[in-house]
Nanobody
Framework: QVQLVESGGGLVQAGGSRRLSCAAS????????MGWYRQAPGKQRELVAR???????NYADFVKGRFTISRDNTKNTVYLQMNSLKLEDTAVYYC???????????????WGQGTQVTVSS
């Protein structure tokens, strides 16, 4: 199995910055894609950003120019640097990973427990 442990959430003022981290551990053979989703109260979970092991990235339009995703493939860790935070960025941020796991093959449904980011005015 694979465990994803997130950290870095908390309270931040509008216009401020925050960095999230997510470390994957377990019987990982290769972690193909790692990324971040978020879910605000009363809303569906949505993609924020994701990054393939080769470096290809995808960003939601609402974070382009403000958030940057990066990863350390040697540590199976993904980061999300969030700058110029807005009130509407308040949400629970979830780490997601997809890859090949020993005994399970390819799986894309590994999720972290979520970390709350609250942006205040």
């Amino acid at each position: 199995q694979v465990q994803l442990v997130e950290s870095g959430g908390g309270l931040v003022q509008a216009g401020g910055s925050r960095r999230l981290s997510c470390a994957a551990s377990g019987s990982i053979i290769s972690m193909t894609v790692m990324g971040w989703y978020r879910q605000a109260p009363g809303k569906q979970r949505e993609l924020v950003a994701r990054m393939a092991s080769g470096g290809t990235t995808n960003y939601a339009d609402f974070v382009k120019g403000r958030f940057t995703i990066s990863r350390d493939n040697t540590k199976n860790t993904v980061y999300l640097q969030m700058n110029s935070l807005k009130l509407e960025d308040t949400a629970v941020y979830y780490c997601n990973a997809a890859g090949v796991v020993d005994g399970l093959g390819y799986r894309s449904d590994f999720w972290g427990q979520g970390t709350q980011v609250t942006v205040s005015s």
